[in-house]
């Protein structure tokens, strides 16, 4: 079991950047593949960002690349996601997950460990 606590949501304006946190703990080892996923209100979860851990391959989704990396600190066992120029559509709960997969990091389905969420409000 992996335990993920995510921080560094809030309010911003649209433009701004934020930097969200996942803290891992656990059995780390067994989730090779990390992401982050985000839900709006009234919408399906989509994939947002995703990275491994052995090699920092990364995968982004076309509403976000460009303006969105996801990295992570090996020694700390936390993966962020440096979200820039910010937009109103952007607004939703951003989860951190843990996957025991290498590949496919895009779809929810193959992750096995999610954290709670933490809330990104984006204002026009």
């Known amino acids: 079991q992996v335990q993920l606590v995510e921080s560094g949501g809030g309010l911003v304006q649209a433009g701004d950047s934020l930097r969200l946190s996942c803290a891992a703990s656990?059995?780390?080892?067994?989730?090779?593949?990390m992401g982050w996923f985000r839900q709006a209100p009234g919408k399906e979860r989509e994939f947002v960002a995703a990275i491994r851990w052995s090699d920092g391959g990364t995968s982004y989704s076309d509403s976000v690349k460009g303006r969105f990396t996801i990295d992570r600190d090996s020694a700390k066992n936390t993966v962020n996601l440096q979200m820039n120029s910010l937009k109103p559509e952007d607004t939703a709960v951003y989860y951190c997950a843990a996957s025991p997969s290498h590949y496919f990091l895009n779809r929810a389905r193959n992750y096995n460990n999610w954290g709670q969420g933490t809330q990104v409000t984006v204002s026009s």
């Open positions: 656990g059995r780390t080892a067994s989730s090779p593949g």
